[in-house]
């Protein structure tokens, strides 16, 4: 595999779970694949699961890693060509981008959505010059309209526990004081899109995603329709997408905030989220603390998920 950006670049589903599972049975069957091969970690943006699990994933498989917080020690970097460098970013992206890879076999990249320019952002204009500059296998620890990582780890969730062949799965929008990237659902539509799922998304008016995200999922404005004989329930807050309002907060309706009520409509269904989490605006402690919440084995599944990409990535260095 020569890139990780979205569900396309993993090719049959079906396999990706088998070898998914197959290496949750022994994460360290490949521990000698890696040998000798450098990862680069590279965050524009605060991680704590994407750092931590991706890490893991490459001890598993005997990689070397190093983690670059752009924003803690390196220079500021400056991303637009043409700019006369007088203020106060140091170096150019198209420099520093590189050398990065001149010291590296695979590089990762978390850059979210800047949330000023829309073209910008959906554009994927970090990530792709990345891929552009660096000489380097790249993939993607949440980018600007995706996290395919986590939407990977979702699916591998969703199949563990599911019971049924066809599960309804439902994402909701969720209230949050600040305007959160549109990655994580964009990313999760895109993979429950590929699957056979019943999937639904609901959200308030004003909060529909770029409909090449949307597919052929329902889409679902009343919350507590949405969540009827649900069996997965997939909460994230997002910035609106549409228009003159991209990447603003439109709503703070605490009654979006899953809470038993909500769930009590569903099929006794699994709660879901990719972390990190606002108490009591997305989700209330008792249904985050409830039984039937995954959020802690769905985190788990994020170093399953890293090992098959990374391990995937390392046999595509071979060729
Ligand atoms: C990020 C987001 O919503 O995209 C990362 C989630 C994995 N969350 C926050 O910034 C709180
Ligand atoms: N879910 C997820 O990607 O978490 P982090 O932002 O902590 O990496």
């Given at each position: 595999?020569?890139?990780?950006?979205?569900?396309?670049?993993?090719?049959?589903?079906?396999?990706?779970?088998?070898?998914?599972?197959?290496?949750?049975?022994?994460?360290?069957?490949?521990?000698?694949?890696?040998?000798?091969?450098t990862?680069?970690?590279?965050?524009?943006?605060?991680?704590?699961?994407?750092?931590?699990?991706?890490?893991?994933?490459?001890?598993?498989?005997?990689?070397?890693?190093?983690?670059?917080?752009?924003n803690?020690?390196?220079?500021?970097?400056?991303?637009?060509?043409?700019?006369?460098?007088?203020?106060?970013?140091?170096?150019?992206?198209?420099e520093?981008?590189?050398?990065?890879g001149?010291?590296?076999?695979?590089?990762?990249?978390?850059?979210?959505?800047?949330?000023?320019?829309?073209?910008?952002?959906?554009?994927?204009?970090?990530?792709?010059q990345?891929?552009?500059?660096?000489?380097?296998?790249?993939?993607?620890?949440?980018?600007?309209?995706?996290?395919?990582?986590?939407?990977?780890?979702?699916?591998?969730?969703?199949?563990?526990?599911?019971?049924?062949?066809?599960?309804?799965?439902?994402l909701?929008?969720?209230?949050?004081?600040?305007?959160?990237?549109?990655?994580?659902?964009?990313?999760?539509?895109?993979?429950m899109?590929?699957?056979?799922?019943?999937?639904?998304?609901?959200?308030?008016?004003?909060?529909?995603?770029?409909?090449?995200?949307?597919?052929?999922?329902?889409?679902?404005?009343?919350?507590?329709?949405?969540?009827?004989?649900?069996?997965?329930?997939?909460?994230?807050?997002?910035?609106?997408?549409?228009?003159?309002?991209?990447?603003?907060?439109?709503?703070?309706?605490?009654?979006?905030?899953?809470?038993?009520?909500?769930m009590?409509?569903?099929?006794?269904?699994?709660?879901?989220?990719?972390?990190?989490?606002?108490?009591?605006?997305?989700?209330?402690?008792?249904?985050?603390?409830?039984?039937?919440?995954?959020?802690?084995?769905?985190?788990?599944?994020?170093?399953?998920?890293?090992?098959?990409?990374?391990?995937?990535?390392?046999?595509?260095?071979?060729?």
């Amino acid at each position: 595999m020569k890139q990780f950006t979205c569900v396309q670049d993993l090719g049959d589903l079906r396999s990706a779970l088998a070898e998914a599972f197959e290496i949750k049975k022994d994460r360290f069957k490949y521990s000698e694949l890696g040998r000798n091969k450098t990862l680069m970690m590279i965050f524009f943006n605060s991680s704590l699961r994407t750092r931590l699990s991706t890490q893991k994933a490459a001890f598993n498989l005997g990689m070397n890693v190093m983690v670059l917080d752009i924003n803690q020690g390196a220079w500021k970097l400056e991303t637009e060509r043409g700019v006369i460098m007088a203020g106060d970013k140091q170096e150019h992206i198209l420099e520093a981008i590189p050398v990065m890879g001149s010291y590296c076999d695979i590089i990762g990249v978390r850059s979210f959505a800047r949330f000023e320019d829309r073209e910008f952002d959906y554009n994927e204009v970090i990530l792709n010059q990345f891929t552009k500059y660096s000489g380097r296998p790249v993939f993607s620890m949440e980018a600007a309209t995706r996290h395919p990582l986590q939407s990977f780890a979702d699916l591998i969730t969703i199949e563990e526990y599911k019971t049924k062949e066809r599960p309804k799965v439902v994402l909701t929008w969720a209230p949050h004081p600040r305007p959160l990237p549109q990655a994580v659902p964009n990313s999760f539509a895109e993979w429950m899109n590929t699957t056979d799922y019943d999937f639904v998304i609901t959200h308030p008016e004003g909060y529909e995603l770029d409909p090449k995200f949307v597919g052929r999922a329902k889409v679902e404005y009343d919350q507590r329709k949405a969540f009827e004989g649900a069996d997965f329930i997939y909460a994230k807050s997002w910035g609106a997408y549409t228009g003159e309002n991209y990447g603003r907060v439109l709503s703070t309706d605490r009654s979006w905030t899953v809470s038993s009520g909500q769930m009590a409509c569903t099929d006794n269904a699994f709660f879901m989220h990719c972390l990190p989490v606002r108490r009591n605006m997305i989700v209330s402690d008792e249904v985050i603390e409830c039984d039937r919440s995954i959020v802690i084995p769905e985190a788990a599944n994020r170093e399953i998920s890293a090992t098959v990409v990374l391990k995937r990535m390392i046999e595509g260095l071979e060729k």
